[in-house]
């Protein structure tokens, strides 16, 4: 009998947990030898498993087994499990048996749901295992689901393997939280490059501009189950760098300005002197969006929205000095220099107030599913008299001022690989329907309720939007159940309004941390 018991201790960099396994003594009826457990990186990931073959006890930490002999001591390490095909995250069970195989139950999940696999595991040379050829990839920062994901692949055909490495471990992230993307750059831009990239922090229209980075329209083009058809080809042609794709994703947000019609007009793009014109119009001491958002923050949205309008990713020469940036400077003015909130509970009752009064031109609206169309419309329906408008942030080249900001993993393939093939199999999944044959409302609440990430965003799948869209006009009743969420359905109207500003949209935003610090400094102290 043993406990697993976490203790804190003093540490160089202050006080750290640490995991020990606590044998009892049975007989004396006390405390036995504690067995200190391997640290765990990036996160808590750890299970203890009964003994067998030789060991006294086994225990998994993040993504390598362990085993102790009879005698306290150091841990005998014994595989690293995805070597094994087995997925440290979904291990259910584990077990050595008598004659040292492993027995283990491992849960996993595709698109189309979760299922559970029983195996024996064999101990197998390298010279007598199957050959598979190994696709790299690489990332700077992995979740859960991106490793099920590499397992699933893994786990699915017998001709390759995905081997991960994970750049955020492997950073200095205590002094520098870009450290690991900043060395993944490094490795590309000298010719390193893996197989398979998560660009989700990376520069990568910089990279796609480069040539480092495969065009995936003709993959999309000449799948059987996919072509552009297949897909809601807006937000991928707002993510194209001169007409190639070099990413790709399953669902996108929309980042935008909300407005009532009656003020803003109906239009999905403005100049910055209407926005002062439609604030004239409002009753004295109203504010353009929500008073407490600092400038600073205002900039990043813009920036995420219009960078590209200022850098040229071939070359490199910056031009933040015509009229087109002094407006939106100006623009990023007219809020806050500092974010001064004491008690946020009473600025968000003093915001609500505001807004119902009538006193506050615009809302930030982020849209992660169309069902938050009709809560934006019965918003300024009731404060200011007029349907909702997607009008975005005033850009001063007439152009839509929202974004599509891309959900979950962004994937791209490597120009150079030589397994372009394997390559597509495993990124092209991002692109296939999760709802095959629809949801009903209760597989729905299903999705949204236990899925959760699954459903985020607004698909790229075109099957899948569909899906979508027929639920957010059906509607949500009350429910005594607290996890089921309720709203308004969406009318047709209000369907075919909203899909003209989402037609309307030709940027993806912008992730390069390098260009928004150069550019933050020198303009807050403008502010």
Same mark, same amino acid.
């Given at each position: 009998?043993?406990?697993?018991?976490?203790?804190?201790?003093?540490?160089?960099?202050?006080?750290?947990?640490?995991?020990?396994?606590?044998?009892?003594?049975?007989?004396?009826?006390?405390?036995?030898?504690?067995?200190?457990?391997?640290?765990?990186?990036?996160?808590?990931?750890?299970?203890?498993?009964?003994?067998?073959?030789?060991? !006294?006890?086994?225990?998994?930490?993040?993504?390598?087994?362990?085993? %102790?002999?009879?005698?306290?001591?150091?841990?005998?390490?014994? *595989?690293?499990?995805?070597?094994?095909?087995?997925?440290?995250?979904?291990?259910?069970?584990?077990?050595?048996?008598?004659?040292?195989?492993?027995?283990?139950?491992?849960?996993?999940?595709?698109?189309?749901?979760?299922?559970?696999?029983?195996?024996?595991?064999?101990?197998?040379?390298?010279?007598?295992?199957?050959?598979?050829?190994?696709?790299?990839?690489?990332?700077?920062?992995?979740?859960?689901?991106? %490793?099920?994901?590499?397992?699933?692949?893994?786990?699915?055909?017998?001709?390759?393997?995905?081997?991960?490495?994970?750049?955020?471990?492997?950073?200095?992230?205590?002094?520098?939280?870009?450290?690991?993307?900043?060395?993944?750059?490094?490795?590309?831009?000298?010719?390193?490059?893996?197989?398979?990239?998560?660009?989700?922090?990376?520069?990568?229209?910089?990279?796609?501009?480069?040539?480092?980075?495969?065009?995936? %329209?003709?993959?999309?083009?000449?799948?059987?189950?996919?072509?552009?058809?297949?897909?809601?080809?807006?937000?991928?042609?707002?993510?194209?760098?001169?007409?190639?794709?070099?990413?790709?994703?399953?669902?996108?947000?929309?980042?935008?300005?909300?407005?009532?019609?009656? *003020?803003?007009?109906? !239009?999905?793009?403005?100049?910055?002197?209407?926005?002062?014109?439609?604030?004239?119009?409002?009753?004295?001491?109203?504010?353009?969006?929500?008073?407490?958002?600092?400038?600073?923050?205002?900039?990043?949205?813009?920036?995420? *929205?219009?960078?590209?309008?200022?850098?040229?990713?071939?070359?490199?020469?910056?031009?933040?000095?015509?009229?087109?940036?002094?407006?939106?400077?100006?623009?990023?003015?007219?809020?806050?220099?500092?974010?001064?909130?004491?008690?946020?509970?009473?600025?968000?009752?003093?915001?609500?107030?505001?807004?119902?009064?009538?006193?506050? *031109?615009?809302?930030?609206?982020?849209?992660?599913?169309?069902?938050?169309?009709?809560?934006?419309?019965?918003?300024?329906?009731?404060?200011?008299?007029?349907?909702?408008?997607?009008?975005?942030?005033?850009?001063?080249?007439?152009?839509?001022?929202?974004?599509?900001?891309?959900?979950?993993?962004?994937?791209?393939?490597?120009?150079?690989?030589?397994?372009?093939?394997?390559?597509?199999?495993?990124?092209?999944?991002?692109?296939?329907?999760?709802?095959?044959?629809?949801?009903?409302?209760?597989?729905?609440?299903?999705?949204?309720?236990? !899925?959760?990430?699954?459903?985020?965003?607004?698909?790229?799948?075109?099957?899948?939007?569909?899906?979508?869209?027929?639920?957010?006009?059906?509607?949500?009743?009350?429910?005594?159940?607290?996890?089921?969420?309720?709203?308004?359905?969406?009318?047709?109207?209000?369907?075919?309004?909203?899909?003209?500003?989402?037609?309307?949209?030709?940027?993806?935003?912008?992730?390069?941390?390098?260009?928004?610090?150069?550019?933050?400094?020198?303009?807050?102290?403008?502010?």
């Amino acid at each position: 009998v043993a406990a697993l018991c976490r203790v804190s201790r003093e540490d160089p960099q202050g006080m750290v947990d640490m995991y020990t396994a606590r044998a009892v003594d049975l007989e004396k009826g006390c405390w036995g030898p504690a067995y200190e457990l391997p640290p765990v990186e990036g996160g808590f990931q750890f299970q203890a498993h009964d003994g067998g073959g030789g060991y !006294r006890f086994c225990a998994t930490a993040d993504n390598t087994l362990y085993g %102790w002999g009879r005698e306290a001591g150091e841990a005998e390490e014994l *595989l690293t499990w995805n070597t094994s095909d087995v997925s440290a995250l979904g291990l259910s069970f584990c077990a050595v048996l008598p004659d040292g195989r492993l027995m283990v139950l491992v849960q996993t999940q595709n698109r189309k749901g979760v299922y559970y696999r029983l195996g024996v595991l064999t101990e197998t040379s390298a010279a007598d295992a199957p050959e598979r050829v190994v696709l790299t990839y690489a990332a700077d920062g992995m979740s859960d689901e991106d %490793w099920a994901r590499i397992h699933a692949f893994n786990t699915s055909q017998s001709k390759y393997r995905i081997e991960a490495t994970d750049y955020r471990e492997l950073g200095d992230n205590e002094n520098d939280a870009w450290s690991g993307c900043k060395l993944l750059v490094t490795e590309v831009t000298a010719g390193r490059v893996p197989d398979i990239i998560d660009v989700g922090t990376l520069p990568w229209r910089q990279l796609g501009s480069k040539g480092l980075l495969e065009d995936l %329209w003709p993959w999309i083009e000449g799948d059987p189950d996919l072509g552009r058809e297949a897909l809601m080809e807006v937000p991928l042609l707002a993510a194209e760098i001169d007409g190639g794709l070099y990413l790709a994703f399953g669902s996108v947000g929309i980042t935008t300005l909300a407005g009532a019609e009656r *003020l803003v007009g109906d !239009r999905h793009s403005w100049f910055l002197a209407d926005l002062w014109a439609a604030l004239e119009a409002m009753p004295e001491g109203s504010t353009v969006a929500e008073y407490f958002l600092p400038a600073d923050t205002v900039l990043y949205y813009l920036l995420a *929205l219009r960078a590209e309008s200022y850098v040229d990713w071939e070359t490199g020469e910056c031009s933040f000095d015509g009229e087109d940036f002094r407006s939106l400077l100006e623009f990023c003015g007219s809020f806050p220099a500092q974010l001064e909130v004491t008690d946020w509970d009473e600025a968000n009752e003093e915001q609500r107030l505001r807004f119902s009064q009538g006193r506050q *031109l615009l809302k930030l609206a982020g849209i992660n599913d169309l069902s938050e169309i009709s809560f934006y419309n019965e918003d300024f329906e009731a404060a200011l008299g007029g349907p909702c408008v997607f009008v975005g942030f005033p850009v001063e080249d007439g152009s839509a001022g929202s974004y599509f900001g891309v959900s979950g993993t962004r994937f791209a393939m490597n120009a150079a690989s030589g397994n372009k093939e394997a390559v597509w199999t495993f990124i092209r999944e991002v692109f296939l329907p999760r709802y095959e044959g629809g949801l009903d409302p209760k597989e729905q609440k299903y999705v949204e309720t236990v !899925r959760g990430k699954s459903s985020y965003g607004l698909p790229v799948n075109r099957a899948d939007f569909k899906t979508k869209q027929r639920i957010a006009m059906k509607g949500w009743e009350a429910s005594e159940d607290s996890a089921v969420p309720e709203y308004v359905p969406v009318t047709q109207a209000e369907m075919d309004r909203f899909m003209a500003f989402y037609n309307s949209i030709r940027r993806t935003n912008l992730s390069d941390n390098t260009i928004f610090d150069l550019v933050m400094e020198q303009c807050l102290p403008y502010f």
